[in-house]
């Protein structure tokens, strides 16, 4: 992927669920860029689609019509095993209810994107470990989830979605579960670590406070783009525009 073109496309997105009287329209002809090199916010009401474009965006849903190009790969007509793979190798997942496997340490839930993609178990808790350090909780690599804060377990989430290098983060209200401190610092870890010049970072959030972390907010109301603005920081020409 060439750093300076977008690294997500959306053309005229469509999503339904259902059919005959029971169809709904969940997105109704989406058409986006999000630019590597920033952390792109997706706000909007309860309801409004924001959930089901990231996951379209992230390979867990396809769209009933239209095009998703995710890093040059056209993955809305990709067959089932390739975007597994495609998934696997390139998109980072942060979850607000952290996801962590009880039984494993920090550092092992860290190196499960390695493991699952065939390392060798000792290189890939290394790995997770280096990660952990970067992120502040390399003194913490061997406690459990129940031995963790709330804000600890999301950072222990953050090294788990980074530990694979993607190209792609995406984050569903990483910030919901925390407190308005621990919110803050989890957004200033992920504006500090995951945002990279080859590095695409979406959040889904309704957390008002953390806005100003942004470099394009992108208001979503009744499955379609209302606005995209343009920030601070962002590197690209600063520009706020209604979507058609």
């Known amino acids: ?58 390979g867990l849903l396809n769209p009933t019509a239209g095009q998703v190009r995710v890093l040059g790969e056209t993955i809305s007509s990709m067959k089932n095993r390739t975007l597994v793979d495609f998934r696997r190798r390139q998109i980072g997942f942060v979850f607000q209810q952290y996801n962590l ?9 860290a190196a499960v994107p390695l493991l699952i993609s065939g390392w060798n178990r000792t290189q890939a808790i290394d790995q997770a470990r280096t990660v952990l350090e970067a992120i502040g909780m390399g003194n913490r ?9 709330g804000g600890q377990q999301q950072r222990v989430a953050i090294a788990r ?3 694979h ?6 984050c569903d209200e990483p910030t919901a579960a925390l407190d308005a401190h621990s919110g803050h610092t989890v957004m ?8 990279q010049p080859d590095r ?10 953390i806005y100003n972390f942004g470099h394009r907010i992108i208001t979503m109301s009744d499955g379609r783009v209302e606005k995209v603005e343009t920030l601070h920081n ?6 706020v525009k209604s979507a058609t």
Do not use: W
């Not at 290098?165 to 995406?170: E, G, I, S, Y």
């Not at 200033?188 to 945002?195: D, N, T």
């Not at 962002?234 to 520009?239: E, K, N, T, Y």
């Open 161 to 163: 979605a980074l530990v």
């Open 101 to 109: 496997l009880p039984a494993l340490t920090a550092a092992e839930n």
């Open 234 to 239: 962002s590197g690209l020409p600063a520009d």
């Open 1 to 58: 992927m060439n750093e300076s073109q977008p690294a997500v496309i959306c053309e005229s997105v469509t999503k339904e669920f259902g059919a005959g009287e029971l169809r709904t329209r969940a997105l109704s002809g989406v058409d986006l860029n999000v630019h590597p090199g920033e952390m792109t916010l997706l706000v909007g009401p309860s309801g409004c689609g924001k959930t089901t474009l990231i996951s379209i965006i992230a």
């Open 188 to 195: 200033e870890l992920i504006s500090k670590v995951a945002v």
């Open 165 to 170: 290098a993607p190209k792609l983060l995406v």
């Open 141 to 149: 690599a061997n406690a459990y989830p129940h031995q963790l804060s």
């Open 200 to 209: 695409a970072v979406i959040i889904v959030t309704h957390d008002s406070r």
